[in-house]
């Protein structure tokens, strides 16, 4: 039996299972709003940290711990398996409406830098949200070129990358090491910057 909590007031959806806490599902904050989000404050890098020396940890400047996704055909993906170069993580649900400007933001960064970038979509919510929910949302809303993924129910990614909330995004450079954090932060200059230095 899996109980689910909805707290108002910006603090978002808890899953927890029989066998135990299984996942912090998702953090819709202010879900409905445009309001701005400043809970995990954005972070950039100042210089590319190299694969061999960057230490584990989700701050700029660190590899992010290895972790793994379910594609919409059942697979699993470790972020190792993902192509060298620079890559937008982003974690977000099928129902939160807020998110899907972000989602659109995402699609024009995609068409820009084309095949010159990694676009990875985590739906946080596999308690709830299906692959087909998911492929229904790309169809409408995303790019095919994306990477539609749910996060692992049994081992949920949500937890060591320390995603406190829907919106939030790393943005990778090509050695898998944090560049940028942030939350609703797609559309900023300082996100779109940090790419553009990335591809340079």
């Not at 299984?22 to 995990?40: D, K, R, Y």
């Not at 960057?54 to 972020?79: K, M, Y």
């Not at 692992?152 to 090509?174: C, H, M, R």
């Amino acid at each position: 039996m899996r109980v689910k909590t909805l707290i108002w007031g910006g603090v978002g959806l808890v899953g927890v299972s029989a066998i135990g806490v299984s996942a912090i599902v998702g953090l819709c904050l202010f879900c409905a709003t445009e309001i701005p989000i400043a809970s995990l404050a954005d972070e950039t890098a100042s210089e590319n940290t190299s694969v061999s020396t960057a230490e584990i940890g989700t701050s700029v400047g660190q590899r992010l711990p290895e972790v793994r996704f379910n594609t919409l055909d059942g697979r699993t993906i470790q972020l190792n398996e993902l192509p060298n170069q620079p890559t937008i993580l982003y974690f977000s649900a099928v129902w939160c409406t807020s998110c899907r400007a972000e989602v659109k933001e995402l699609v024009h960064v995609k068409e820009q830098y084309k095949d010159s970038i990694t676009i990875v979509y985590v739906d946080t919510t596999p308690q709830t949200d299906t692959a087909a929910d998911v492929r229904d949302f790309a169809q409408e809303f995303g790019h095919p070129d994306f990477l539609w993924t749910l996060d692992n129910e049994q081992d949920p990614a949500v937890i060591p990358l320390k995603v406190f909330g829907l919106g939030t995004a790393y943005l990778l450079d090509s050695a898998h090491v944090v560049a940028f954090r942030g939350m609703n932060s797609i559309s900023t200059d300082v996100f779109k910057g940090t790419l553009q230095s990335l591809l340079e």
